[in-house]
């Protein structure tokens, strides 16, 4: 029951933040590997892509890649915050003196990040490729034209499905240990310090808002070299053209692009990551009070 509720707090998070997570991927790719200044910038700031987006691609564009949005949401994060779940009623969290571990909590949310992203894989390249096709007085990156996942695996087999899946689990390992830890560490200090009820609603939320904060910051730079991975041309192969790995995309985008670089589309990643931490964490939170409520 516990990878349900998990899963299904994701889906209900990621309907609402979908359109910021096609934001952030053109941002993300605009000016891939190209001098600041030296491109034309179709995307000015999180507000102007909205626009942008909405009068050349059409308002549905913001919704682009929904389907399988919703697919690894509920895949991943079923797997993630499920097992974390499990971790966290087994005790295994706490010292032999009762007392929250940091430590525990980051080691258990960094695995269990790590199981649902790269089984969510393929699904989530076949998402940002969706969500980067765009009219081409605005397209940013690789145009994909494919639309499905058998497409991928006939023309590049079953290694194809899962390019880019290593190099997307440090993104993963950073963002799900921050957060989780982040909310778990917050929850517990207002539990002690007692500025809410216990089992408040109030206590999941600002718990879920600070996590937020931190996991925006911290994955950043993961999140910018991630999307580039995914969304890199191949050869006949399947083998990217632009990068070798993870860590050759975060040296070249730092190189190229300077270190603001490995930052674009902060501002869309902190609009699609903060409300999508703060919906799915409290969906999750609630779900689960609700459920050992009536299950007592």
Not at 37 to 61: C, E, M, P, S
Not at 274 to 296: C, E
Request: glycine share 12%; aromatic share 10%.
């Amino acid at each position: 029951m516990d990878f349900l509720m998990s899963g299904l707090a994701a889906c209900g998070a990621c309907v609402f933040t979908n359109p910021l997570e096609v934001v952030k991927t053109r941002m993300q790719l605009q000016g891939e590997l190209q001098a600041p200044g030296t491109y034309q910038r179709h995307y000015r700031n999180v507000f102007h892509a909205f626009i942008t987006i909405g009068k050349v691609d059409g308002l549905a564009a913001l919704q682009k890649g929904l389907a399988p949005a919703l697919l690894y949401q509920f895949l991943m994060n079923g797997i993630r915050l499920g097992t974390y779940g499990l971790a966290e009623a087994g005790g295994y969290l706490h010292t032999t003196e009762g007392t929250h571990s940091p430590a525990r909590s980051a080691a258990a949310g960094a695995m269990a990040g790590v199981m649902g992203a790269y089984l969510g894989s393929p699904i989530y390249m076949v998402k940002t490729h969706l969500q980067a096709q765009a009219a081409s007085e605005i397209a940013v990156g690789h145009q994909y034209k494919h639309q499905a996942l058998t497409e991928i695996g006939q023309k590049h087999g079953l290694v194809g499905l899962w390019r880019g899946a290593l190099g997307g689990l440090p993104r993963v390992i950073v963002g799900s240990s921050t957060q989780l830890c982040t909310f778990s560490s917050t929850k517990d200090l207002l539990n002690q310090w007692e500025i809410f009820p216990p089992q408040s609603w109030k206590l999941a939320l600002v718990a879920a808002m600070m996590s937020g904060i931190a996991v925006v910051l911290a994955m950043a730079p993961f999140d910018v070299a991630c999307t580039r991975l995914y969304n890199q041309p191949t050869d006949a192969q399947g083998k990217g053209l632009m990068y070798r790995g993870i860590l050759d995309a975060l040296l070249q985008t730092a190189r190229t692009e300077g270190i603001f670089g490995m930052y674009k589309g902060i501002g869309a990643s902190y609009f699609r990551l903060g409300p999508h931490t703060i919906l799915s964490l409290f969906f999750w939170d609630q779900l689960r009070s609700l459920y050992y409520t009536y299950t007592k």
